[in-house]
Structure formats: structure tokens, C-alpha cells
């Protein structure tokens, strides 16, 4: 291998450059202290600088106060950078088993002047000493951090994480308070433990890498400047966890808690200012007014779901808002049979377990009185409900039908004349339309539409739909003043006499139009009547 020499003035640069590194790793420095402010014992904790990194391996050993407190300051100056802190200290022991909290360690990250500690990249929990990392205060960001419990940790830019309290079953043990001046980009996890708070000053995960925040017990409390992009689950695993507060300029994830409560005097409180694309689920209902939901104008884009524990005294009558306090055109909704259509709204909808139909938003109506020109697209019917519903195993729906002014009982229809599907995009409704060939929604009959047993909530245990009453519709047919014009071309000639003959002997079912005479066959009476309207119309 070739070497190549250094120039006298490349030897020069380099020699002043590692003296630079020298000089800056001399000015940031690294003290472990103890609770009273004295340094630790050289056995008890161990730190390396690396200055192909610029940065410090900080290791804590010693469990030096058994069966007390132990407790690790880790000072920081000059912008110091720390690699890794690695806390490493064994559980106390006195008669041979563990007791973890019979002598805990509490250890900190902290700023010894104006520079302080600029970054630290990780921090890891080997040791099984009872572990509270009851702070970490840095000027720039904070990376992986895995340890049993924390306290505050505070970013002067990001949060980068993952944040992982590995706490065993604690109410009182996770994460307390984690906050970013800028962003948090890793996920937040304390899955048998409790989080606090949770604050960006700009935002939270990203469109293209949306963050995990899980946590089971006590109040939780989210807050992002901007964008908050976000998988929160509150209260997993029948853990006591709640919703108090949540505000973010966007919601664009997902939040499931068992309810949105107090904490003192202060309600819960849900706020978005600029937009909601995500979902909010509540396992609980909605009843106290003193709490609030507040959306942007024309802001409901996304889905709200209440009682999803399916708890059948489960109520909602407390006001959602959707727009801005004091704006006249603000909306007030409060309970689960709202009637403005989801389109007026922003498109997204609020259900409450188990889901009904939305009966305006639905198309047709439901209720309306439809008219259906001769030759017109065959009629569809979109079933509009107030939360994501799923089709298992049969028919979702049954379609009856009986003459217009007729008394008697509605004949259910062969529900393989329809194709029952949901539209593109949209887990709340479902589309009837009819198999090609076949009548579908035939002009001259009353309609109803019921759920069956294979139309359910889309959510754990996947109870079934209630609509409560039936769809309705009533279809009649356009009068025409020449119903032999078949094809709609505006006269009677061969192509609507090849269209009448390729139907002949058929049930007028299969093509209702050229029943001219509605004796329910397409016969000779037909063709005569056609040939006495033959021309222009």
C-alpha cells in the first residue's frame, strides 16, 4: 500500500486542529457527584472521552448507600457531549434476593454553566437496581433513552428517542414530563407505567414517520405547536389511564384512551386549530359539559367514536365545537343522531357504539321520494353511518319492497340482484347497487333497507349496527308523454323496437321500461302500443 507524506503545512493544519480538539475537550468536562455536591469514588463510576466522536462514555457501578438513597448528578460543561450513560448498578441484595425498592438510584443529567451539556446520544439501564432518571436537561437533542422510570427530560431542540420506561406494573413509575423546543421524532412508551406530559414546541413524529406513544395509568397531557403525527393509546390494557389535554395545530394519527377526564379543577380538554384527519376513540361515553371538544371550522375530516367498551348506559350529551368561539357560523353537536350531513361538517363524522345511520348523510336521503327517468344509470343507494362499520359473513343488508300505495307486507328481494360493497375510502359507508341485468331499485315500489347480523362496528368485539328504524325510499318513475322511446333518443323508431324484442317473453323485473302496459311481461300488448307511438316524440 502506498502512504502518502504530509506537507509541511498539512502537518502544521492537522497539529492545530488536534489541538483545537484538545483545547475543546479540556473546556467541556464531565463531574459525577453525589447528593451532597462531593464527587463520586473512582470505583463507583467510570467516564472516557472519545475524540473521534467528541464525546463522553459516562458508566455508574456502585450502589454506594444499601438500603438508602444513591444518588448520581452528572454536571455537564463547556457544551459538553455525552455518548452514552450507561447506569449499571445492582439491585440491593442483603440476604441474597433482590429488594428493588428497598434502596433506589436516582440519577440526573444537568448543566454545570451556560454551555452546560449540549447533546446525549443514549442512555441505558443494564444494572437492576430500582432506577429513577429523575432528570435531563440538555441544549440541543435527546436520543435513545431506556431505562425503568424518568422524570424530566428536556430538550433544547429534539427529542429523537425512543423514550422506553421499562417500570414493572407501577401507577406512580414511567415518564413524567418529556418536552422539545423543536421536535419529537421517536416514540414515548411506558406500558405498564404512567406519562405525564408530553409538549413540541413545533411537532410531533412526521407524515412519513409518525411516532408510538403508549402509556397505562394516571392523566395524560399532549401538546404540539404544529403537526402532531401520532399513535396514542391511553390506559392499555385495563390500566386506570386518561385523557386530560390535547392540543395540536393538526391531528393526523390515532388516540384511543378510556375517556377524557379531570385532573383538579381543571376539565378535559381537546383542542385542534387547524386540522383533524385522525380519529379519536373513547372507551367511555361523553356527558360532561364542562369538558370540551373543540374543532376548526369545517374541521370534522376525520372520525370521533364514543362508548367503544359498548356499554349499553353509555351516553353522549355534552357539545362538540366546531369552529372558533364567537364565530356565529360556530356548529354545535351533542348527541349521536346530529342530523347536519357529514359533507357540511368537513366529511369525517362523531359515532357513538353501537353506530347508526346517518340518515342525511346518507344517498338518497333517507325518506325521499326519488324519480327515475326511462333509460337513466340504474339507481344506487350510499348508507351513511356515524362510525366505521365492516360486513362479515352474509348479506350486510336486506332490501324489501311493495308497490307504491299498496297495503299490504313488503317482499324481501333476492339479495343476489345486488352488489353491496363499500365505497373507495370511506369505512363508514356501504353501496347497494344492482347486478347488471337485474331491475335493482325499480320505479313504482316503496323501499327498506335493514341491517343484518353481518353489518358491524368496526372495533374490538365488533358489535352490531343499530339503526334503530329502517332505510326508506320511494322510487317512481319520470312521466314520460312518449314511454315507447325506449333509448331516450327522442323518438320511437327500430332501435327502441330491437330493444322491447330482445326483452320479449321476459319479466318486466329484468327491464321494467318496455312493460308498456305494466301487466308485468313484455308481450304483444307492448309491441302494439310501441308500434302506435312510432316517430318523433
Known amino acids: 500500500m502506498k502512504t502518502r507524506k504530509l506537507t509541511g503545512r498539512a502537518a502544521a493544519a492537522l497539529g492545530i486542529l488536534g489541538a483545537a480538539m484538545l483545547a475543546t475537550a479540556a473546556a467541556a468536562d464531565i463531574q459525577i457527584l453525589r447528593a451532597n455536591g462531593t464527587p463520586v469514588q473512582s470505583n463507583w463510576a467510570t467516564k472516557s472521552f472519545n475524540a473521534q466522536t467528541g464525546g463522553w462514555t459516562i458508566t455508574l457501578n456502585a450502589l454506594y448507600a444499601e438500603g438508602g438513597l444513591t444518588v448520581y448528578d452528572v454536571i455537564g460543561t463547556g457544551g459538553v457531549t455525552i455518548d452514552h450513560l450507561i447506569i449499571n448498578v445492582p439491585c440491593w441484595a442483603p440476604f441474597g434476593d433482590c429488594i428493588p425498592a428497598g434502596s433506589p438510584v436516582f440519577v440526573s443529567v444537568q448543566s454545570g454553566d451556560e454551555q452546560g451539556v449540549a447533546s446525549i446520544h443514549k442512555i441505558s439501564q443494564p444494572g437492576d437496581a430500582e432506577t429513577i432518571l429523575t432528570e435531563v436537561e440538555v441544549r440541543e437533542d435527546i436520543g435513545e433513552v431506556i431505562v425503568e422510570s424518568m422524570g424530566i427530560l428536556k430538550a433544547g431542540r429534539d427529542v429523537l428517542g425512543p423514550l422506553i420506561a421499562t417500570?414493572?406494573?407501577?401507577?406512580q413509575r414511567g415518564i413524567s414530563s418529556v418536552t422539545a423546543d423543536r421536535d419529537i421524532l421517536g416514540d414515548v412508551l411506558a406500558e405498564k407505567g404512567r406519562i405525564l406530559e408530553v409538549q413540541a414546541g413545533r411537532h410531533i413524529g412526521a407524515a412519513e414517520a409518525p411516532v408510538t406513544i403508549r402509556a397505562k395509568h394516571n392523566r395524560f397531557f399532549i401538546r404540539s405547536t404544529f403537526d402532531l403525527y401520532a399513535d396514542v393509546r391511553v390506559g392499555m390494557d385495563g390500566g386506570s389511564g386518561y385523557l386530560w389535554f390535547m392540543q395540536a395545530g393538526s391531528f393526523h394519527g390515532r388516540l384511543h384512551a378510556t375517556r377524557?377526564?379531570?385532573?383538579?379543577?381543571?376539565?378535559?380538554?381537546?383542542?385542534?386549530?387547524?386540522?383533524?384527519?385522525?380519529?379519536?376513540?373513547?372507551?367511555?361515553?361523553f356527558t360532561n359539559p364542562d369538558r370540551t371538544i373543540q374543532l376548526p371550522s369545517f374541521g370534522l375530516e376525520g372520525q370521533i367514536t364514543f362508548n367503544a367498551a359498548n356499554d349499553r348506559d353509555t351516553e353522549w350529551t355534552a357539545p362538540i365545537l366546531i369552529g372558533q368561539h364567537g364565530d356565529p357560523d360556530q356548529i354545535v353537536l351533542s348527541?349521536?343522531?346530529y342530523t347536519i350531513p357529514n359533507h357540511e361538517l368537513g366529511g369525517g363524522a362523531i359515532g357513538m357504539v353501537p353506530f347508526t345511520l346517518h340518515r342525511k348523510s346518507s344517498s338518497p336521503v333517507s325518506g325521499d321520494e326519488v324519480t327515475v327517468a326511462p333509460g337513466e344509470q340504474p339507481l344506487e343507494v350510499t348508507l351513511d353511518h356515524y362510525g366505521p362499520v365492516r360486513m362479515v359473513?352474509?348479506?350486510?343488508?336486506?332490501?324489501r319492497r311493495r308497490p307504491i300505495g299498496a297495503s299490504g307486507a313488503f317482499a324481501i328481494m333476492p339479495m343476489d340482484e345486488f352488489i353491496i360493497e363499500h365505497p373507495e375510502g370511506n369505512a363508514r359507508q356501504i353501496r347497494v347497487r344492482p347486478v347488471a341485468g337485474t331491475a335493482g331499485f325499480a320505479p313504482g315500489y316503496d323501499y327498506r333497507i335493514s341491517p343484518t347480523l353481518g353489518l358491524v362496528n368496526d372495533i374490538a368485539n365488533e358489535p352490531h349496527v343499530d339503526w334503530g328504524a329502517d332505510y326508506t325510499?320511494?322510487?317512481e318513475e319520470e312521466v314520460s308523454d312518449c314511454p315507447a322511446d325506449l333509448t331516450g333518443d327522442g323518438s320511437v323508431s327500430v332501435f327502441d323496437l330491437l330493444l322491447l324484442l330482445d326483452h320479449w317473453g321476459q319479466s318486466a323485473s329484468r327491464f321494467p321500461q318496455a312493460d308498456l302496459n305494466r301487466d308485468g311481461v313484455i308481450d304483444v300488448f307492448d309491441l302494439l302500443l310501441l308500434l302506435d307511438q312510432w316517430g318523433d316524440c
Open 335 to 337: 348527541g349521536p343522531n
Open 393 to 399: 359473513g352474509q348479506p350486510a343488508v336486506q332490501v
Open 260 to 285: 377524557l377526564g379531570d385532573t383538579g379543577s381543571n376539565p378535559g380538554f381537546v383542542r385542534f386549530l387547524q386540522q383533524f384527519t385522525g380519529e379519536l376513540i373513547f372507551d367511555q361515553g
Open 473 to 475: 325510499l320511494r322510487v
Open 167 to 171: 417500570t414493572p406494573e407501577n401507577p
